[in-house]
């Protein structure tokens, strides 16, 4: 049987909402179905505590893939963000009308490139990057400074999504099926550590769309559940607006301003088309995560005031 979280050469077929989709065999999924067992986790030498989660209690919901709980528990995750500057003016063209941009100064906004390395997780290992902007949140009515302070600093943050490749189906038929995110599959390298960040993202040709590298910001142990940051995000289902919220345990992690050693390369795909429609000026922030752990809740409905 394959070690917890573990990917194995065979594969089994599940079933998500009428579609079907291979997963691991003896994997998490395959085992219990979200429904993992903590102990059984506890046991990977990966996995360097597993007391964040034993504090949450998951739910059974229906959802338009099928019944489900919720949240999602990811036990040791990696991840990047580089924080660059954009204009205001090509921010809103690429935002539905309900949405503004957070603006770090009048007509200029904020703009992510973000890569994820799930290494263990209740859908089993996976790589995803994304593509997003920093929006005000649902229902407020002008931009205030605790907006703009905690969302730099990456304590609650509320985004738009315009790009999220991830590697495998499970990933992908849940995020776009049941999340309502911009999810196909497609090769993606993540490797992220103590001393360099990497990622390649491959296009549906198997050429670069979008790659970077950087040295790894100097990273900041910490108990867990000192340092716990929250991601709200909006997407639609079926026409109407919900959001989804990510509570993301910070165990290792550091930030560099104005980061030197960085390559960003833009080839030809879907994620280096939606950066360039945000014509980025510059990278003002890199933050890298080298150990942490995610709780991913389902979406809910959410009342969204039409700004136009």
């Given at each position: 049987m394959a070690s917890t979280g573990e990917l194995t050469d065979r594969t089994v077929e599940v079933d998500l909402g009428g579609r079907l989709v291979t997963v691991p065999e003896g994997g998490l999924y395959d085992r219990f179905r979200m429904?993992?067992?903590?102990?059984?986790?506890?046991?990977?030498?990966?996995?360097?505590?597993?007391?964040?989660f034993r504090r949450m209690l998951?739910?059974?919901v229906d959802s338009r893939i099928g019944p489900t709980l919720t949240p999602n528990f990811y036990y040791r995750i990696s991840t990047t963000r580089l924080t660059m500057l954009a204009p205001a003016k090509a921010i809103r063209a690429?935002?539905?009308?309900?949405?503004?941009?957070?603006?770090?100064?009048?007509g200029l906004g904020i703009v992510s490139v973000m890569t994820f390395r799930y290494d263990v997780c209740d859908i089993d290992f996976y790589t995803e990057a994304a593509v997003g902007v920093a929006v005000k949140p649902?229902?407020?009515?002008?931009?205030?400074?605790?907006?703009?302070?905690?969302?730099?600093k990456n304590d609650w943050l509320h985004s738009y999504v315009l790009s999220l490749p991830v590697n495998t189906e499970i990933a992908q038929v849940r995020g776009h099926d049941g999340y309502?995110?911009?999810?196909?599959?497609?090769?993606?390298?993540?490797?992220?550590d103590t001393e360099h960040t990497s990622a390649r993202i491959a296009n549906d040709r198997g050429g670069l769309d979008l790659a970077l590298s950087a040295p790894t910001?100097?990273?900041?142990?910490?108990?867990?559940?000192a340092h716990v940051s929250t991601l709200t995000s909006y997407t639609t289902i079926d026409g109407a607006w919900h959001s989804t919220t990510s509570q993301i345990n910070m165990l290792a992690s550091?930030?560099?301003r104005f980061p030197r050693g960085l390559d960003l390369q833009l080839g030809q795909g879907r994620m280096s088309d939606d950066l360039r429609s945000l014509k980025p000026i510059r990278t003002i922030q890199l933050d890298v995560t080298t150990e942490g752990q995610l709780a991913l809740h389902m979406p809910v409905p959410t009342s969204i005031q039409d700004r136009s």
């Open positions: 429904d993992t067992d903590l102990e059984e986790v506890a046991r990977d030498p990966r996995v360097s505590s597993v007391d964040f998951k739910s059974r690429r935002l539905p009308r309900e949405m503004d941009p957070l603006e770090i100064a009048p649902a229902r407020h009515g002008g931009l205030g400074l605790f907006d703009l302070v905690t969302g730099l309502g995110f911009p999810k196909w599959v497609t090769d993606i390298d993540v490797d992220i910001p100097k990273q900041t142990a910490r108990p867990t559940g550091g930030t560099t």
